[in-house]
Structures are given as structure tokens and as C-alpha cells.
């Protein structure tokens, strides 16, 4: 197992978190069966204490990987400890928003909120990545990152 995660961290650390356009992204795959969203969400509600200690658990955990926290200081929002608290408060009411929300309608706040985070991924990706070669160097706010955020957060 550990040389399957270190060859993903060797390769996804290399990858931008966001290549094509957000809104390329935005329908619903064929496979989602919404029912069983539905159940997950009933689930992720009558249990809300212990989803959001582990997503809070998850955030504070991230501040100690370096390719993590350097996107977070270059932002200028974490620059303090109450600043980070504020961030990650934020953080915790967005995706309780996700879990509360249909993410695949348009329309909808929550799904809004999913696209809004992508696309100031994008950006500070974008902006730490400027004249680095993709798959040839580490990449600020890799895939890696990402799938190490939504795993851990």
C-alpha cells in the first residue's frame, strides 16, 4: 500500500489541481444515483457532530504537510491563528452547505459554493504555478494536494 501512495504522490504532486475549464465539469455523470446522496446526507445529518469534528480534525492536520500549508500562507488569509480559525470556519460551513444541498443543480446555493472553491483553487494553483512545467515539477496545489484535502478535510 505504501508504494501505491508514494508512486501517487510522485506523480500527482506534478499534476495542477484544475486543468479545463470549471463550468466543463458542472453536469451530472450518469452514474450518480441521487438516492443514495439522499441517504448519505440523512446520514451525514443525524450524525453531524462527529462528520465535523472529523472535518475539522482533517483541516488542522493539513496545516502540517508543507505543499499544503504554502498555498494557505501565500493567500494572506492564515497569516495568524485567528485568521486560520476564521478560515476554517468558513471552510466547515461551505461543505455542511454541500452535505444540506443539491452540489449538481446549478442552481442552487451549495452548488454555487462547489464552484467558487474550485475556481479560487484554480487561481492560487495558477498564480504558484507560474512558469513551471506540468508532470516535469512539483506543482504548487497539486492533484495530490487536493485528493490529501478531501480525504483529510
Known amino acids: 500500500m505504501n508504494n501505491r501512495f508514494d508512486h501517487f504522490e510522485q506523480i500527482g504532486s506534478k499534476v495542477l489541481c484544475e486543468k479545463n475549464d470549471i463550468s466543463d465539469k458542472t453536469s451530472v455523470p450518469q452514474w450518480l444515483d441521487k438516492d443514495k446522496i439522499r441517504r448519505a446526507q440523512s446520514l451525514a445529518k443525524n450524525h453531524f457532530f462527529g ?54 443543480d446549478p442552481n442552487h446555493q451549495s452548488h454555487q459554493s462547489v464552484v467558487q472553491v474550485r475556481k479560487m483553487h484554480t487561481k492560487v494553483s495558477k498564480d504558484l504555478n507560474k512558469g513551471k512545467e506540468e508532470m516535469a515539477e512539483e506543482m504548487s496545489l497539486s492533484q495530490f494536494d487536493m485528493t490529501v484535502t478531501q480525504f483529510g478535510a
Not at 79 to 90: D, K, N, P, Q, T
Open 51 to 104: 462528520v465535523f469534528f472529523a472535518h475539522l480534525s482533517g483541516l488542522i492536520l493539513l496545516v502540517h504537510i508543507k505543499s499544503i500549508l504554502i498555498p494557505l500562507i501565500s493567500t494572506g488569509n492564515s497569516r495568524s491563528v485567528a485568521h486560520l480559525f476564521g478560515r476554517y470556519l468558513r471552510t466547515l460551513v461551505r461543505v455542511k452547505s454541500w452535505y444540506e444541498g443539491d452540489i449538481w
